[in-house]
């Protein structure tokens, strides 16, 4: 998962009537998952 993900997610967010400001914090909130995650 990269930037490509990010990209495609962004897309589809953005065909549903998501606004940029979901976008991020979709990205914040996978990051935080991802951080969380390599703690366990």
């Given at each position: 998962m990269g930037v490509s993900y990010v990209s495609a997610h962004e897309e589809s967010?953005?065909?549903?009537?998501?606004?940029?400001?979901?976008?991020?914090?979709?990205?914040r909130f996978t990051a935080v998952?991802?951080?969380l995650v390599s703690l366990i």
């Open positions: 967010v953005l065909k549903h009537g998501g606004t940029e400001q979901r976008i991020f914090d979709a990205v998952m991802k951080g």
